[in-house]
């Protein structure tokens, strides 16, 4: 699973003009889920994203969690963080997990995380318009085998 994780001072997604979810100061997250990727995969980015210290504290140091901050998540569903681009100009998605596969860990992945924090959803599989209020900005890309091995 690859987790593009950005800090935000607000974010939103839409699908069809229509707000479908959203989330206060925090963290975005753009998920992927890869051919092969397990519930181990979910809860390995959960514990580490939670836990994540990027968020300043008083000193303006960062060092505390989206738990620390009493924080909220977006977490939106897109298969391109998989793109294979190392031939030609057109990427392809075969390393990309099935639908039927990516869809209930895109779910689980955001019902862990709604185990500890507010958790706002894009439409798996849907043509969203996501919106951010960047805060830094703070981009993270994480990869479950990294932290898996």
Wanted: with cysteine; proline share 3%.
């Amino acid at each position: 699973m690859i987790a593009v994780i950005q800090r935000v001072s607000a974010a939103s997604v839409e699908v069809d003009g229509e707000t479908v979810g959203s989330c206060g100061h925090g963290l975005c997250i753009l998920l992927g889920v890869a051919k092969g990727d397990t519930a181990e995969d979910a809860d390995a980015l959960v514990k580490k994203i939670i836990n994540l210290r990027i968020f300043e504290d008083g000193n303006g140091k960062m060092n505390l969690s989206l738990l620390d901050v009493g924080g909220e998540m977006l977490a939106v569903s897109n298969f391109t963080l998989l793109a294979s681009y190392r031939k030609g100009n057109r990427p392809d998605y075969m390393s990309a997990a099935a639908p039927a596969v990516a869809k209930p860990l895109y779910e689980y992945f955001c019902q862990r995380c709604a185990e500890s924090v507010k958790v706002g959803m894009g439409v798996f599989g849907a043509d969203m318009k996501p919106h951010l209020d960047c805060d830094g900005p703070v981009t993270i890309v994480m990869d479950s085998k990294v932290l898996l091995a």
